[in-house]
C-alpha cells in the first residue's frame, strides 16, 4: 500500500516538474458569464481511475475586479477511490477565483468522472479558455466537456473536496510589483509603492560591528568628531543627504552603520562616565580640604 502511494506521490511530482506526454489545448470554451450565479462547474471526461494525472490550465478574465485576468494551473492524482496532493497554483499578478473543488459523477457511459466547480465570487467573470496536460497521452478524457452554471449538484457529485492553493511562490529571475520598469542591475524586486510586514529580518554578508568593543579599537576623540560634523553635516561613514536622495537607502549597510555609531558612542559614554566619576572624587576632595580649611581659619580667629 505505501509502495504504491508513493508511487502515486512521485508520478504526481513528476507530472508537475517535468512536463507531460499528452498536451490538450482548448478543451472546451466558455463565453460571458454573469456574476450571478457565482459558480460554474466543468463535466470532464478524466475517468476517477488511478492512471491520470491531469493539470487543467484555465485562463479568462474577471471583469468586476479590475479587469483582472484570470491564469489558474489545477492539479491532482486520484487513487483507490479518493483525490490527493490536490491543489491548484495562480500565476503571480493574476486574479484567482474565490473557490475550487473537485467531485466525481456518473457521464452518459457509465464511468465515474471527475467533475471541477470554480467559484468567481460575485464578480463578472467571462472568455474561459480550459487547456490541459498529463503523463500519459489519453485523448478521450479530454474531449466532450460540458459546462453548467451553479454549485455541483449534491446529488449527482460524490467526494467533493476544496483545492487549495499551493502557498509557495518561486521566481527565476527578477520581479517588479506596481511597476513595469524591472529592478536594476543587481537587485531581484523593485516594488512602486509601500510595503508592510510585521517583522523583516535582513542577512548580511558583511561583519556586524562588535569588532568596535575589541582591545585595541580606537574610536576616535569627540574633538576629532564634531570637527568632521562642522565640516561634512553628517557622521562620519553615514551617507550624506544628498547621496541618499541620488541612490536610496541601502537598509541592512545603514543599520550596521548605526549600530556601530551606537557602539561607539557607548564608548564614548563610559569614558565621559570615568572623567565625571574622577572629577566627583576630585570635588569631594576640594571640599574636604575647604572644611579643614575653614576649621583652621576659625581656630585661628579664636587664638587672637
Known amino acids: 500500500m505505501k509502495k504504491l502511494m508513493l508511487f502515486g506521490l512521485l508520478t504526481l511530482l513528476w507530472s508537475f516538474s517535468f512536463g507531460q506526454n499528452g ?3 482548448g478543451i472546451l470554451k466558455i463565453n ?3 456574476s450571478s450565479p457565482a459558480f460554474f462547474y466543468i463535466n470532464t471526461n478524466i475517468p476517477a481511475t488511478d492512471n491520470p494525472a491531469p493539470q487543467l490550465h484555465i485562463t479568462g478574465y474577471m471583469y468586476g475586479n479590475s479587469n483582472k485576468a484570470l491564469d489558474i494551473t489545477i492539479g491532482w492524482y486520484h487513487y483507490q477511490s479518493s483525490f490527493y496532493w490536490t491543489q491548484y497554483h495562480s500565476q503571480l499578478g493574476y486574479a484567482k477565483p474565490a473557490r475550487i473543488r473537485l467531485g466525481k459523477y456518473i457521464n452518459s457511459n457509465g464511468v465515474t468522472c471527475i467533475r471541477v466547480e470554480l467559484s468567481n465570487g460575485g464578480v463578472y467573470w467571462s472568455n474561459y479558455t480550459i487547456s490541459a496536460t498529463d503523463q500519459k497521452d489519453f485523448p478521450a478524457y ?8 451553479g454549485e455541483m449538484p449534491s446529488e449527482s457529485t460524490t467526494e467533493i473536496r476544496e483545492v487549495p492553493q499551493q ?3 518561486t521566481i527565476q529571475g527578477k520581479l517588479s510589483i506596481g511597476t513595469d520598469t524591472p529592478p536594476p542591475a543587481d537587485y531581484k524586486l523593485a516594488v ?10 535582513i542577512k548580511l554578508r558583511s561583519n556586524w560591528p562588535d569588532y568596535v568593543f575589541e582591545e585595541g579599537y580606537k574610536v576616535g576623540t569627540l574633538e576629532a568628531l564634531e570637527s568632521y560634523i562642522k565640516a561634512n553635516k ?12 541620488e541612490n536610496g537607502l541601502v ?3 545603514v543599520v550596521k552603520l548605526q549600530q556601530k555609531k551606537i557602539e561607539e558612542l557607548t564608548l564614548h559614554l563610559i569614558e565621559k562616565d570615568k572623567e565625571i566619576g574622577k572629577l566627583k572624587k576630585m570635588e569631594a576632595k576640594v571640599n574636604e580640604l575647604d572644611q579643614k580649611l575653614n576649621l583652621l581659619l576659625q581656630q585661628l580667629n579664636k587664638t587672637h
Not at 479530454?142 to 452554471?149: I, R, V
Not at 512602486?192 to 529580518?201: D, P, R, S, V, W
Not at 553628517?234 to 536622495?245: F, G, N, Q
Open 23 to 25: 498536451s490538450y489545448p
Open 251 to 253: 537598509l541592512g549597510e
Open 142 to 149: 479530454y474531449s466532450g466537456w460540458s459546462f453548467a452554471l
Open 167 to 169: 502557498s509557495n511562490i
Open 234 to 245: 553628517h557622521l562620519p561613514e553615514m551617507p550624506a543627504a544628498r547621496d541618499i536622495e
Open 32 to 34: 460571458a458569464l454573469e
Open 192 to 201: 512602486a509603492g509601500k510595503i508592510i510586514a510585521e517583522e523583516l529580518n
